[in-house]
């Protein structure tokens, strides 16, 4: 009737911990190419994707009104 009349902040976004890394010498790394990173990139975006939360998790009230 009055459009959404409860809206919920988005989540902050996770972010990473130092133990998330591994020290790695620039040398052991493989060459990289663009179908790689775009390879990369698109594994990451559908990553992020997957990290957001459902809709029903979002809404408290448990309607759809």
């Given at each position: 009737m009055f459009g959404q009349r409860f809206s919920?902040?988005?989540p902050?976004?996770?972010q990473p911990t130092a133990g998330a890394f591994?020290?790695?010498?620039?040398?052991?790394?493989?060459?990289?190419?663009?179908a790689q990173?775009?390879?990369y990139?698109?594994?990451?975006?559908?990553?992020q994707?997957?990290?957001q939360p459902s809709l029903p998790?979002?809404?408290l009230?448990?309607?759809?009104?």
């Open positions: 919920l902040p988005q902050p976004r996770p591994v020290l790695c010498p620039f040398a052991g790394l493989p060459a990289w190419n663009a990173e775009a390879l990139r698109w594994a990451f975006e559908q990553a994707a997957v990290v998790e979002r809404d009230a448990g309607t759809w009104n």
